[in-house]
């Protein structure tokens, strides 16, 4: 079974200052990762994704994402927040052997403080 | 710019009511998705299609049910909606390069 762990509901930063929202997951095969954010009363926007390659994965509005296969980790980062970034950010993750249905984790707040 | 599109954006019906959720996309996908996510909270996959004719349960069981007729097309149906169906649902679709989902449905039982 596939598994994604997003240890903190909330994570607060000022504006400007650097951010990581934390992601760590389980596969039996290769993973596929990928990060989502939504706006209040929105679908799912996607942000970025690795499947292979190079572990450090760039993606939409500034972020991007490091693959870490010893840490089964993949955070989410930017280097200077914007208050226009808080939102929910899920982490997702499938098994690139197994079933095509992705697993999420439960989510986390960012909230960028101006 | 989505190519998934889902309506009804926002469903305020009664307990009983039977109700169907659209989901279609112009992608040419054959894995389609639904999710069902309470606000500010994980998503759980309730329902997936490999294809026509193909429609599996997700991981959270739902009293929903779906069907894939054609290809693009992908509804879910409840037939007698009661206030525990609140929640928002989520479409998706899929080809190996990665996963789109529509802006959801928003449904309210009352």
């Known amino acids: 079974a596939q598994s994604v762990a997003q240890p903190e509901d909330q994570v607060n930063v000022a504006e400007g200052n650097p951010l990581t929202v934390k992601c760590t997951y389980s596969v039996s095969g290769n993973p596929y990762l990928f990060w989502y954010v939504q706006y209040p009363n929105r679908g799912l926007q996607f942000l970025l994704k690795?499947?292979?390659?190079?572990?450090l994965v760039k993606g939409s509005y500034g972020f991007e994402a490091e693959f870490n296969k010893s840490q089964t980790s993949f955070h989410l980062k930017k280097p200077s927040a914007l208050v226009s970034d808080s939102a929910l950010y899920f982490c997702?993750?499938?098994?690139?052997?197994?079933?095509?249905?992705?697993?999420f984790g439960k989510g986390t707040h960012l909230i960028i403080q101006p | 710019e989505a190519d998934i599109y889902q309506t009804p954006r926002y469903l305020v019906i009664g307990t009983g009511k039977k109700i169907t959720l659209e989901c279609s996309q112009t992608m040419g996908h054959d894995k389609m998705y639904w999710y069902q996510q309470d606000p500010g909270m994980e998503l759980h996959l309730i329902h997936y299609s490999y294809g026509v004719n193909s429609t599996e349960k997700g991981d959270l069981s739902s009293e929903s049910t779906v069907s894939r007729i054609r290809t693009e097309h992908f509804p879910l149906t409840l037939e007698s909606a009661r206030p525990s169906h609140t929640s928002q649902y989520l479409c998706a679709s899929s080809d190996p390069y990665g996963y789109t989902f529509g802006s959801g449905t928003r449904l309210t039982v009352v």
């Open positions: 997702a993750v499938r098994d690139g052997g197994g079933a095509d249905g992705l697993t």
């Open positions: 690795y499947i292979t390659g190079d572990n």
